[in-house]
């Protein structure tokens, strides 16, 4: 059974850093790019970040780039999203994604940056 657990959630103020972290099971880990998705409140999901199998290269948006940093370890099998200059519009839900025969979604997990 495929499962995407993820962790670290939580507030944090402007300005501030959270390190959140996927762990995954029930699939070859080594094969699949790895992705991080959110959704802000009363907003539709929008990619954050991936990074590809193997190689590990790294692709952000544009909202993002140079404040996050995801990062996998193939000996854990988890991905992790670092997250620094944390901002209010980076509240949201964050979900760890991968597609394997179909679209596999972990629970999620909350983020709140506010003051």
């Known amino acids: 059974e495929v499962q995407l657990v993820e962790s670290g959630g939580g507030l944090v103020q402007p300005g501030g850093s959270l390190r959140l972290s996927c762990a995954a099971s029930?699939?070859?880990?080594?094969?699949?790019?790895m992705t991080w998705v959110r959704q802000a409140p009363g907003k539709g999901l929008e990619w954050v970040a991936s990074?590809?199998?193997?190689?590990?290269?790294?692709h952000y948006a544009e909202s993002v780039k140079g404040r996050f940093t995801i990062s996998r370890d193939y000996v854990k099998n988890t991905v992790t999203l670092q997250m620094n200059s944390a901002k209010v519009e980076d509240t949201a839900v964050y979900y760890c994604?991968?597609?394997?025969?179909?679209?596999?979604w972990g629970q999620g997990t909350q983020v709140t940056v506010s003051s």
């Open positions: 994604n991968y597609r394997g025969d179909r679209n596999y």
């Open positions: 029930g699939f070859s880990f080594d094969d699949y790019d």
């Open positions: 990074i590809s199998s193997y190689r590990s290269t790294e």
